[in-house]
């Protein structure tokens, strides 16, 4: 059965940081290109960044770099995202979301930030992360 479970949302003020994780179960996860995706009230789903298998490429949407950091432990099945300078408008709900290697240029859309081409396998459940001003 395969799960993939977030944690560390919550509540802080702008400025504040936030880590959150997503553990992984029931398939080969260093195989799978991983994203963190989020979604904010009346909004579109944003990707927010991806990370390849091996953890050595990474994509930040324009309006985190800087200030999230995603990173990925293979060994603990645990993928993580560290969020410095919070600001009101990164108040959302975050998923993790793998994605299975079909082809070199698949993984690129992941790893790349094109996430509207990419099918994801499986989804978390999210995590609300709301950043009071």
């Known amino acids: 059965q395969v799960q993939l479970v977030e944690s560390g949302g919550g509540s802080v003020q702008t400025g504040g940081s936030l880590r959150l994780s997503c553990a992984a179960s029931?398939?080969?996860?260093?195989?799978?290109?991983m994203g963190w995706i989020r979604q904010a009230p009346g909004k579109e789903r944003e990707g927010v960044a991806g990370?390849?298998?091996?953890?050595?490429?990474?994509y930040y949407a324009d309006s985190v770099k800087g200030r999230f950091t995603i990173s990925r432990d293979n060994a603990k099945n645990t993928l993580y995202l560290q969020m410095n300078s919070l600001k009101p408008e990164d108040t959302a709900t975050y998923y993790c979301?793998?994605?299975?290697?079909?082809?070199?240029?698949?993984?690129?859309?992941?790893?790349?930030?094109?996430?509207?081409?990419?099918?994801?396998?499986?989804w978390g459940q999210g995590t609300q992360v709301t950043v009071s001003s």
């Open positions: 029931g398939y080969t996860y260093s195989t799978y290109c």
């Open positions: 979301a793998a994605v299975q290697y079909r082809s070199s240029a698949y993984a690129y859309d992941c790893y790349s930030g094109s996430f509207s081409r990419l099918d994801f396998d499986y």
């Open positions: 990370i390849s298998t091996g953890g050595v490429y990474t």
